[in-house]
C-alpha cells in the first residue's frame, strides 16, 4: 500500500510571521532551492477549505492546532494559501505520483473485478444450461417473491 507523506506543521500564534518570513526567504533571488516551503503551503492550501478538513488532518497527524478551533486554523492556512503562487515543478511531480497512484488503485480494482467474473462464469456458466438453470431459478424466486407478497395483503370484506 502506497502512503502520502506530508512533513507535519504546527499552528500557532507566532506561525503567521514565520511562515511569511520562511516565503519571503525563498522567493530572495541568493536562494537556490525549490520553494519547497511554499509548495507545501500550497499543497496544504487546495486540500483545506474549511474546520474539517483542518480536522482530518489534525487527525493524520499533518496538523498540530495550537490555536483553539479548526476553523480559525482553515481560515489561517486559506489566508496564506491565497497570496502564493505554486512552484509547479515540485507540484506536478507530486501531482503525478498521485495520478499514478489513484490510476494503479483503479486498475488494480477493475482487474479484481475481471477476475471475480471470469472465476464465476468459469464456474457457474460454463455450459449454456447452466446459465438457463440461473434463469429459471432467478425466475421462481421472484414469482415466489409476489406470491407470499399478494397472498398477506389483507383481502377487505365486500358488504
Known amino acids: 500500500m502506497t502512503t502520502l ?22 522567493l530572495c533571488p541568493d536562494f537556490k532551492e525549490n ?13 483545506i477549505d474549511d474546520g474539517e478538513d483542518v480536522k482530518e488532518l489534525r487527525d493524520a497527524g499533518v496538523l498540530h492546532n495550537g490555536l483553539g478551533n479548526d476553523e480559525a486554523a482553515a481560515e489561517l492556512l486559506n489566508k496564506i494559501g491565497g497570496i502564493l503562487v505554486p512552484n509547479f515543478k515540485v507540484d ?3 501531482i503525478r505520483d498521485i495520478h499514478e497512484y489513484c490510476n494503479s488503485y483503479k486498475s488494480h480494482f477493475s482487474s479484481v473485478r475481471a477476475s471475480v467474473e471470469a472465476k464465476l462464469t ?3 456458466f460454463r455450459r449454456l444450461w447452466n446459465f438457463f438453470v440461473f434463469l429459471g431459478s432467478l425466475a421462481d424466486l421472484i414469482l415466489t417473491g409476489t406470491t407470499i407478497y399478494y397472498s398477506s395483503q389483507e383481502k377487505k370484506p365486500q358488504h
Open 92 to 94: 506536478s511531480e507530486l
Open 35 to 47: 520553494c519547497e516551503i511554499t509548495s507545501h503551503l500550497s499543497f496544504l492550501h487546495s486540500l
Open 122 to 124: 468459469h464456474t457457474y
Open 5 to 26: 507523506m506530508l512533513a507535519p506543521i504546527f499552528l500557532h500564534n507566532t506561525t503567521v510571521p514565520l511562515l511569511l518570513n520562511l516565503i519571503a526567504y525563498e
